[in-house]
């Protein structure tokens, strides 16, 4: 069985910046998105589907400064005071999100082979769509494997999926790479439609899109 991408995450230092580095980038508006109380982050989104990765999108996230703090290191590494920095300069691709209907084999077959991806947590939100909900793996101490090119992994509960709600943005995914995953590892997550590296070379993560603005890729190590 093979995964697929459901979404690749943009970590930015609040959503108004995040907003405006994408219209300046990409050369669109992100439409709505929600507010993950457990993590005391929130987002935008933006629909990147295409034939290759069908039901996908573009998440910008942020700490969410009217939340309260989790208790808990958030998620994509939002605490990690070098990636804080970063982001205070602009916006910058950090991880992609695989779904899978078997969150818990793949979460074995992982830890089988030497990494820790994280207990798998229930989150549920509200979308103009109605309730989302969905299991998502997450370390306890927030951190991404491999510079973040190995992908977290969601298990979407139910028939909803986001993606399925949103309008068109003029954004079309066009090729994904990760680079650094272990042999073993993809043995395990089976990634389809997706490039994968070994080694460790050049950024952690690529990808290119078809954008009002033309062919615009962007990197972990933007």
Known sequence: MSNRLDHLVVAAASLEQGVAWCEATLGITPGPGGVHATMGTHNRLAL??????????????????????????????????????????????????????????HRWGLINVGLHPGEPIAFERASPAGPLAWRMLVRDDGVLLHRGALPTLIEWKGERHPAQAMAPSGLALQSLRLAGIPK??????????????AEPEG??????????????????DD
Not at 96 to 105: G, H, I, K, N
Not at 187 to 196: A, D, M, P, S, Y
């Open 184 to 197: 073993r590892a993809q043995e395990v997550l089976k990634l389809r439609g997706i490039e994968v590296l």
């Open 203 to 220: 950024p952690a993560l690529s990808a290119t899109f078809a954008t009002p603005r033309g062919v615009v890729t962007l990197t972990s």
């Open 48 to 105: 990147i589907s295409t034939e290759a990765y069908p039901d996908s999108y573009l998440e910008i996230i942020a700490i969410d400064p009217a939340a309260l703090a989790p208790g808990r290191p958030r998620w994509f590494g939002l605490d990690d005071e070098g990636l804080r920095e970063r982001v205070a300069q602009h916006p910058r691709l950090v991880h992609a999100v695989v779904r899978t209907p078997l969150v818990e084999m």
